[in-house]
């Protein structure tokens, strides 16, 4: 049965959308502020979702805007948070930074109504759904993926899809439904997760960016 506690918190992926769509979506879903959950916050191939660019479309709708992609983005810069060059969400999880910025997440959906943004379309392609919506989920806030069409779909949609398509039910009868779980989000993550470029080709680190939204 799907849960039905806890405050909402929203996610939405900009993929090649035109600026007025993807805002319509926004204003749609009753969204007041989004928290950029990219690493960069920068497109190349949709520059309208480039930091601030992006940020004074929202401001003229009256929506804030916040970059956590440093706490909640998906390519982190420390080796360690790597298993074989694919970035590890259950290692990133529970980093300091990662946990601080849930908290300003929950903290921020008191006051307003947040939605999560990355670049990928489909939330089972993105860390917004399998690593910080996974968290946010197990602090008991309800997650709404808003789709390209406008629909939303939960967080325990996801988790049911993410079942069907590890093949739980030819598993271990005995396995609870956590395990089962857990074991799809690894294996889902492992195949869409960032991977880690030769050393040798590695991009300078990204400018730290700072805002205090919420």
């Known amino acids: 049965m799907?849960?039905?506690?806890?405050?909402?918190?929203?996610?939405?992926?900009?993929?090649?959308?035109?600026?007025?769509?993807?805002?319509?979506?926004?204003?749609?879903?009753?969204?007041?502020?989004?928290?950029d959950v990219r690493s960069t916050p920068f497109s190349r191939r949709s520059p309208?979702?480039?930091?601030?660019?992006?940020?004074?479309?929202?401001?003229?709708?009256?929506?804030?805007?916040?970059?956590l992609g440093k706490e909640l983005g998906g390519r982190p810069r420390a080796s360690n948070l790597y298993c074989d060059g694919v970035a590890d969400?259950?290692?990133?999880?529970?980093e300091p930074a990662f946990l601080k910025g849930i908290e300003r997440i929950v903290k921020g959906s008191n006051e307003h109504t947040i939605a999560l943004m990355c670049s990928e379309h489909n939330p089972?392609?993105?860390?917004?759904?399998l690593l910080?919506?996974?968290?946010?989920?197990?602090?008991?806030?309800?997650?709404?993926?808003?789709l390209s069409d406008g629909k939303t779909v939960t967080q325990y949609q996801i988790e049911e899809k993410l079942l069907a398509l590890s093949g739980s039910e030819n598993k271990?009868?005995?396995?609870?439904?956590e395990?089962?779980?857990?074991?799809?989000?690894?294996?889902?993550?492992?195949?869409?997760?960032?991977r880690e470029p030769a050393r040798e080709l590695m991009a300078p680190a990204a400018p730290h960016w700072s805002d205090h939204a919420f």
């Not at 089972?124 to 759904?129: S, V």
């Open 2 to 35: 799907e849960p039905r506690e806890g405050t909402k918190v929203l996610t939405i992926g900009h993929s090649t959308l035109a600026l007025d769509s993807f805002l319509n979506l926004l204003k749609k879903a009753g969204v007041t502020a989004v928290a």
């Open 48 to 67: 309208h979702f480039s930091r601030d660019e992006f940020r004074a479309a929202l401001r003229e709708i009256g929506i804030k805007y916040v970059f």
């Open 89 to 94: 969400y259950e290692k990133m999880a529970v």
């Open 124 to 129: 089972l392609d993105c860390h917004r759904c």
């Open 132 to 146: 910080v919506g996974r968290a946010l989920a197990a602090r008991k806030i309800l997650l709404g993926h808003i």
């Open 172 to 177: 271990d009868m005995f396995a609870t439904r």
């Open 179 to 194: 395990e089962l779980l857990a074991a799809a989000y690894r294996s889902r993550a492992r195949s869409v997760a960032y």
